[in-house]
């Protein structure tokens, strides 16, 4: 590594410069989502290369009375198209690979929208009676009430570590280097995220809506084969349909059977974020038609459905009700897209 070479990942959001033989500068924040420019937030860093491992010791920079803060460290391979982050996948090209890296991966790109296109099952609406049917629930999961859904397309599988890089340019799995597991460890908001750029990329197809988080009511029709009385997605037992109660890790979608509906890992492999806020008492005063949830939730909880690998069977039944804080990146949460015929 030269002075004044410059690493920049391809949104342009991460700049990496070297200072020195032992020195860096990260910058962040260089535009906004609108292109326009914003003040960076500036990073000094010191690095150790040995091989092909480069091993980045960083903190916020400081004047240079007081020096520098370090504590954060973050581990790169240098590659022939520039820094790797070994965690996260994410790649901060030189200028001379940049132009192709950006060819790259809008043909991931590409393949990972046309993935989605494919696997997206159409949701025939009906009405069913939502909620604890079984009577071994909780309190939050009652009174069971009808509710009737209109049209829509749900993934058939949760969204995969492949796609998320393919739109994202990083994968901040907890348990990575599986491309076809689901990706975790992603925020209600990270996720609202890959949704809008899914959205505003020139390759999707504008005969249909919007891809979007399904409404909670909408996943658990879904779910449950259409609203049939299943305690799990397609079954009264989990063990054909989904991993749960002692699994330390996730798994590639689509190994269990799948339910009624072609859906698959509905019932455990991870929990999924649903775009309604959650409240304990929504149940109470519900529309009977295509609810979306309250119009705000304390302290921006959102509701996660399904259960995980790590979490009690029980957990997995398909009328349960989780949830999370918005900000909130946990190893056994990811998601599926819905869509709006």
Not at 157 to 169: D, K, P, R
């Amino acid at each position: 590594m030269k002075k004044g070479e410059v690493y920049r990942s391809l949104d342009g959001f991460e700049v990496i410069e070297v200072i020195s033989s032992n020195e860096l500068e990260i910058s962040l924040g260089g535009k906004n989502i609108d292109d326009m420019p914003i003040k960076p937030d500036i990073f000094a860093a010191r690095y150790h290369l040995k091989g092909d491992k480069l091993l980045v010791e960083y903190g916020l920079k400081r004047d240079t009375e007081i020096g520098y803060i370090m504590g954060r460290r973050r581990h790169y391979l240098l590659t022939e198209e520039g820094l790797k982050d070994e965690k996260t996948g994410m790649v901060y090209y030189s200028s001379d690979k940049a132009k192709g890296a950006l060819a790259a991966l809008e043909e991931k790109k590409w393949k990972a929208i046309e993935e989605l296109e494919k696997t997206m099952i159409l949701v025939k609406g009906g009405c069913y009676q939502m909620g604890d049917t079984f009577g071994d629930g909780y309190e939050d999961e009652k009174p069971v009430h009808e509710v009737c859904i209109a049209d829509f397309y749900i993934g058939k599988y949760e969204v995969t570590q492949t796609q998320w890089f393919a739109i994202m340019g990083d994968n901040p799995s907890e348990f990575n280097g599986c491309d076809n597991c689901p990706v975790e460890n992603v925020s209600w908001v990270d996720v609202q995220d890959f949704i809008n750029k899914l959205n505003n990329s020139p390759l999707t197809k504008g005969d249909r809506g919007l891809y979007r988080l399904p409404t909670e009511a909408e996943w658990e029709y879904a779910a449950r084969s259409g609203g049939k009385k299943e305690k799990y997605a397609g079954s009264n037992s989990i063990g054909s349909v989904g991993w749960s109660g002692c699994y330390a890790k996730t798994h590639p979608v689509g190994q269990k059977k799948p339910n009624g509906l072609g859906l698959y890992d509905m019932s455990g492999n991870v929990w999924e974020w649903v775009q309604d806020y959650y409240d304990k008492n929504y149940y109470k005063n519900s529309p009977r038609n295509n609810p979306s949830g309250p119009n705000s939730g304390y302290e921006r909880k959102g509701v996660v459905r399904g259960g995980s690998g790590s979490y009690p069977i029980h957990s997995s039944r398909s009328a349960k009700r989780q949830w999370y804080h918005h900000f909130t990146r946990r190893s056994d949460v990811g998601f599926r897209c819905a869509r709006t015929p």
